[in-house]
T-cell receptor, first 113, second 112 residues
């Protein structure tokens, strides 16, 4: 069966550009999470969606980061005016509900030049 | 693929030996715990979970132990194989919630 799909798998862009990262969760999963993983670090929580609403946006590092989810399915994470410190792997996960194991995609590796 | 966690604590074991990976969790209200395995260039993969009404749970070659008194979790891997080489994360949650707190991770090296 299909797992969590993220695209693109790799993204290289210049500082100051905007980027959009996409996540297709497992069909029927209502909970969706975004994390950031820098080299040598663990997982940093960014945002959580239950359906289309995001009850907790506290992990977003700055107002340059935003995320949306439409139709209770696909989610996009947008980073505006990218900075070099935004370089990381961005992981998406989904679960059938909030307190169940999360299924992760393989991430988008973002490199800001 | 990209390496994950170059500066993580590391455990090196001989193939065939048993491995024990430890984790101290932070929130005394957490009542649901999960171990994930992350291979290089991949996302974390669920291994095993345990709820706070248990202190031990076994899977295939893996056992999770929970000590709520000292807020400690461990993952035991029996007869460790080269394919077990990865970074292992513990995670804690509160039932009914959504916030997952991940540990820093431990890198397991299996020597053939």
């Amino acid at each position: 069966g299909a797992g969590v799909s993220q695209s693109p798998s790799n993204k290289v862009t210049e500082k100051g550009k905007d980027v959009e990262l996409r996540c297709d969760p497992i069909s029927g999963h209502t909970a969706l999470y975004w994390y950031r993983q820098s080299l040598g670090q663990g997982l940093e929580f960014l945002i959580y969606f239950q359906g289309n609403s995001a009850p907790d946006k506290s992990g977003l590092p700055s107002d340059r980061f935003s995320a949306e989810r439409t139709g209770g399915s696909v989610s996009t994470l947008t980073i505006q005016r990218t900075q070099q410190e935004d370089s990381a792997v961005y992981l998406c996960a989904s679960s059938s509900r909030g307190d169940q194991p999360q299924h992760f995609g393989d991430g988008t590796r973002l490199s800001i030049l | 693929g990209e390496s994950v966690g170059l500066h993580l604590p590391t455990l090196s074991v001989q193939e065939g030996d048993n491995s024990i990976i430890n984790c101290a969790y932070s929130n005394s209200a957490s009542d649901y715990f999960i171990w994930y395995k992350q291979e290089s260039g991949k996302g974390p993969q669920f291994i095993i979970d345990i709820r706070s009404n248990m202190d031990k749970r076994q899977g295939q070659r893996v056992t999770v132990l929970l000590n709520k008194t000292v807020k400690h979790l461990s993952l035991q891997i029996a007869a460790t194989q080269p394919g077990d080489s990865a970074v292992y994360f513990c995670a804690e949650m509160v039932t009914g919630g959504f916030k997952t707190i991940f540990g820093a991770g431990t890198r397991l090296f299996v020597k053939a």
